[in-house]
């Protein structure tokens, strides 16, 4: 069992930056792979990347390649998702998710547990 709790999220201009934070309560914490996800209103759910357990393996979608980097510290229990340049078009709820797996994956339904988002807009 996992809670997750996402922070860090508000109002940015376009090209500037956030960094969002995602804490996590239970036990085995480095026994998941984290993701991250965002959500527009009306849009489906969005793979943005994903880390392995023990951070040493990292993937994004490409979209974000170069801007975005996930970071975890597990003695912390929290996973990090830094974005950079941020644009206007990335405006939405950013989820993090638990996955019991070393690596992850960019499938929201291989994730087991799900915090409850965090509003980043961007505005132009």
């Known amino acids: 069992q996992v809670q997750l709790v996402e922070s860090g999220g508000g109002l940015v201009q376009a090209g500037g930056s956030l960094r969002l934070s995602c804490a996590a309560s239970?036990?085995?914490?480095?026994?998941?792979?984290m993701g991250w996800f965002r959500q527009a209103p009306g849009k489906d759910r969005e793979f943005v990347g994903a880390i392995s357990r023990s951070g040493d393996w990292l993937y994004y979608t490409d979209s974000v390649k170069g801007r975005f980097t996930i970071s975890r510290d597990n003695a912390k229990n929290t996973v990090y998702l830094q974005m950079n340049s941020l644009k206007p078009e990335e405006t939405a709820v950013y989820y993090c998710?638990?996955?019991?797996?070393?690596?992850?994956?960019?499938?929201?339904?291989?994730?087991?547990?799900w915090g409850q988002g965090t509003q980043v807009t961007v505005s132009s």
């Open positions: 239970g036990r085995s914490f480095s026994s998941y792979a």
């Open positions: 998710a638990a996955d019991s797996s070393v690596y992850g994956s960019r499938w929201s339904y291989e994730y087991d547990y």
